[in-house]
């Protein structure tokens, strides 16, 4: 016969309910300079996450309803630019490129030229490591 633990809740605790002035009269109080948010919730008897997203919710800045017009000022075409003395660089050819076979295991091969760029065979190498 197998025993099983049953946990027995005796007292209602309901949820406490937080006007909008309340809220924020707490989000402002963290707004103030050297203000601890963590301080401020503890002393509120809330959890730091409650704070910081009605902090988000009431911080929120509505996007205008209507695009908003800029006034433009419409000028003459600039002069064309000047040629420059010298030529511009000429593109070398490449020199032949090598490929290097990267061994991964379980039969994976990654194959990269050996100009690629160093943090981007990083990321990737990352990422396959992951799998």
Do not use: N, Y
Request: charged share 30%; aromatic share 2%.
């Amino acid at each position: 016969m197998t025993k099983h633990q049953i946990e027995v809740i005796t007292s209602v605790e309901r949820r406490r309910r937080w006007s909008r002035e309340q809220k924020e009269r707490l989000v402002a109080a963290t707004l103030e300079p050297g203000a601890s948010v963590s301080e401020i919730a503890h002393s509120a008897g809330i959890h730091v996450s409650q704070l910081f997203r009605w902090r988000k919710e009431l911080c929120q800045i509505s996007a205008p309803s209507a695009p908003q017009l800029v006034p433009v000022e419409v000028v003459e075409a600039l002069p064309a630019p000047a040629i420059p003395a010298e030529p511009p660089p000429v593109c070398r050819a490449r020199k032949k490129a090598s490929i290097v076979t990267i061994e991964l295991g379980g039969g994976r091969r990654l194959r990269v030229e050996s100009d690629i760029d160093t943090d981007a065979l990083g990321r990737i190498l990352d990422v396959l490591e992951r799998r």
